[in-house]
């Protein structure tokens, strides 16, 4: 029996990485495109490269972007992938009300050059696609939680994209029969998530505070509420959806809605940190209150107590508000229902939320201490401004 084909695009991100991986293991052949930039951007799929001088890859790369049709439409035809995924997008929501043109363009209408490309080479019997889709879409919520038949009321241009992408999907899978479907997934986290997305730029900021790399943190609105659950996780259910019969919308989420302030609360208490938080809007600040030295020496090291603990002693603030981090359209409360997908994809999360978090802080300390080792060895370390 021959391979399966995947073409993911997006490869390079965090779902793209773990999908590449998850596939892999499962014996397909994988393409992946990414965007031609001028720093290596890889480092999340290095354990997967295959020069392509060996033969028999099963791992290919290439350059592409969903803003190219002709770019878009060549790579299809080529691979005759059997599953599509398309997983690229510029998907940070506050950032898409700077650039909402471009967001427009490759979000929105990079769906479209997709299904277009299948139906256009006459692949709509051969060719899955899935198409990733947002929790974003339901933006000012009308029902709690959220389904698949919950309406959409975007609040961002990354949403408002999303959604004409959204629709583009079912169109096409009634319009031409292509086996066309949305993964409608909420908040996905894991150690790969970008550095600018509230979790990681939360676990990120705390492991540099405790290993006396960084001050504090500012952050937007405390108390947004998000699903969050594990990308890993989330990939098995887009693997999921491509397996059966007919192409269909599906929630992905935990049912469970944490706001931005207990998520830092937890990871704190991860590390045996205890967080106070006082004051109200832009005027909230999170004081260090209490360490369990018995976790902070197991999680961190003993090495670094001494400077936490006068840190403690003095009630340093390591969390504070910034109204820049607002976006212009707030989305308050996110939460799925995720019945469907655990009735027809028999998809359950294996992570909760503390098991998500434990493994986050601990790659970011990890990762940190390795700026703080070549530091003391008078190298210069990568700098994180953005």
């Not at 290596?40 to 592409?64: K, M, S």
């Not at 603030?317 to 607002?326: L, T």
């Not at 027809?344 to 700026?371: C, N, Q, R, T, V």
Request: aromatic letters at 10%; a negative charge; proline letters at 3%.
């Amino acid at each position: 029996m021959s391979k399966k084909v995947a073409f993911i695009t997006g490869v390079t991100g965090q779902d793209g990485a773990y999908l590449s991986e998850y596939l892999l293991k499962k014996g397909y052949i994988v393409h992946g495109m990414k965007r031609r930039v001028s720093l290596l951007n890889t480092d999340r799929i290095d354990h997967l490269y295959q020069d392509p001088h060996v033969e028999n890859r099963n791992f290919i790369l290439h350059y592409g972007d969903l803003t190219d049709s002709m770019n878009i439409t060549k790579l299809i035809k080529e691979i005759q992938p059997d599953e599509i995924y398309n997983l690229a997008a510029m998907s940070h929501v506050k950032v898409s009300f700077d650039m909402p043109e471009y967001v427009a363009n490759a979000d929105g209408i990079g769906t479209l050059r997709i299904l277009e490309a299948v139906r256009l080479l006459g692949l709509e019997n051969k060719t899955r696609v899935y198409q990733a889709s947002t929790s974003e879409l339901y933006g000012l919520v009308q029902e709690v939680p959220q389904k698949e038949t919950t309406p959409f009321y975007p609040r961002s241009p990354y949403a408002v994209a999303k959604m004409y992408a959204y629709w583009i999907t079912v169109n096409y899978r009634e319009a031409y029969g292509i086996h066309a479907s949305n993964g409608i997934l909420f908040n996905h986290e894991s150690p790969l998530r970008g550095e600018t997305f509230v979790t990681r730029k939360v676990t990120r900021a705390l492991s540099r505070i405790i290993l006396g790399l960084q001050d504090m943190v500012y952050l937007g609105n405390l108390s947004s509420k998000r699903d969050w659950g594990h990308a890993k996780d989330y990939v098995r259910a887009m693997h999921a959806i491509l397996q059966q019969e007919k192409g269909d919308d599906y929630v992905i989420a935990t049912g469970i809605t944490t706001t931005i302030r207990d998520f830092i609360k937890k990871a704190a208490k991860d590390v045996g940190l205890e967080i106070l938080f006082q004051g109200e809007g832009v005027e909230e600040k999170g004081y260090l209150n209490h360490v369990d030295q018995d976790i902070f020496v197991e999680k961190v090291g003993e090495e670094y107590l001494e400077q936490i603990l006068l840190r403690t002693k003095e009630k340093s603030i390591i969390v504070g508000v910034d109204v820049s981090y607002f976006r212009p359209t707030e989305v308050d409360m996110l939460i799925g229902d995720p019945s469907k997908c655990k009735k027809h994809l028999d998809w359950e999360p294996e992570y909760d939320l503390d098991g998500l978090i434990k493994e986050m802080m601990a790659s970011d300390i990890k990762l940190f201490k390795k700026d703080n080792y070549l530091k003391e060895g008078g190298f210069t370390t990568m700098n994180y401004y953005e």
